[in-house]
């Protein structure tokens, strides 16, 4: 019996190392996948948060209170991305709108915009 | 610093504000900070004329931009205390309007666009969305290359030196703009 066992734990052995190569395998392609996609692929939560602004700045029977509160509720750190996002997304978005959303200068947001591979509409 | 006041504006563009109507034009942060930013803001005053005023919120916007270190906005507000640039007030009237237009209150668009409505105004802008979006409102709009376009039509700049600046405004400030066609098209067209 005891010999037994201890002939399973050699191939047990070999299947978890080959399972942690492959998942370390994958973590990189991972990583490297979100490296060569993410200044223009927006990450799941970007988009979410960017389709509720989106659809608050064109819900007409909103106040601008309501559509303030909306703005303001998007976690800091995913702003700028948020605001890229709409703006392309979205043609009722202005630089204005950019502004408000990423919380700079309407002077910065082409080059925020730029940062994002988002090319702003210049008249 | 003082800037030449051309008030004649005939024949040379049907975007800008026809001779002997005198409209107020509302010019918006980012045109400010364009032709700021290339040191070139008389050019502003020469094809669009006097008076021209900012909103409160572009006031404030430039002001904040030079808090932050964009010093190139200092010579846009001198402009103002030599009164060659104007802040506008917003009365009861325009903030009704301001809780109407569809912009966020506390950016220049929004002010700017609410003042232009009370007051048949025009507004000058290089946000294409916020160009149509302020035609679609009623008012009076001018885009940047309207302004391009009348500074080579008015005899102001050849268009050697126009097409210049817009490559300045591309290597410099990064602006790509549309329809460059139609800057230079044949003002008998």
């Known amino acids: 019996m005891f010999s037994e066992v201890r002939t399973m734990e050699a191939p047990i052995a070999n299947v978890l190392e080959r399972l942690d190569r492959l998942m370390a395998e994958m973590s990189a392609v991972r990583e490297e996948l979100t490296r060569l996609e993410l200044p223009h692929m927006p990450s799941m939560q970007v988009a979410e948060w960017a389709q509720k602004v989106n659809a608050a700045i064109n819900d007409p029977t909103l106040s601008q209170k309501e559509r303030e509160e909306v703005v303001k509720s998007v976690p800091t750190p995913l702003r700028h991305a948020v605001a890229a996002e709409c703006y392309r997304a979205n043609k009722n978005v202005t630089f204005g709108w950019v502004a408000a959303i990423a919380g700079v200068l309407a002077l910065e947001v082409p080059d925020l915009l730029h940062a994002h591979g988002v090319e702003p509409e210049f008249a | ?189």
């Not at chain 2, 051309?6 to 024949?11: D, F, S, W």
């Open chain 2, 1 to 189: 610093m003082k800037f030449p006041i051309c008030c004649t504006l005939t024949g040379w563009n049907q975007s800008l504000p026809e001779q002997g109507w005198l409209v107020t034009t509302l010019l918006d942060t980012n045109i400010l900070s364009v032709f700021a930013k290339l040191g070139r803001l008389e050019l502003l005053f020469q094809v669009l004329g006097a008076p021209l005023v900012i909103s409160p919120n572009v006031q404030r916007e430039l002001q904040s931009g030079l808090a932050l270190g964009y010093e190139n906005l200092r010579p846009a507000l001198a402009l103002l205390e030599t009164g060659q640039l104007q802040a506008i007030s917003i009365e009861a009237a325009e903030q009704g309007l301001l809780a109407r237009v569809p912009f966020p209150p506390d950016k220049g668009e929004a002010d700017s666009l609410a003042w232009c409505i009370a007051h048949a105004g025009t507004f000058v802008t290089n946000d294409e969305r916020a160009a149509r979006r302020a035609s679609a409102l009623g008012v009076h709009v001018v885009r940047q290359r309207d302004i391009l376009r009348a500074l080579w039509v008015k005899g102001l700049l050849s268009i050697e030196q126009v097409r210049a600046l817009i490559v300045e405004m591309e290597t410099r400030v990064g602006i790509i703009l549309p329809d460059q066609d139609g800057i230079f098209a044949d003002p008998s067209d």
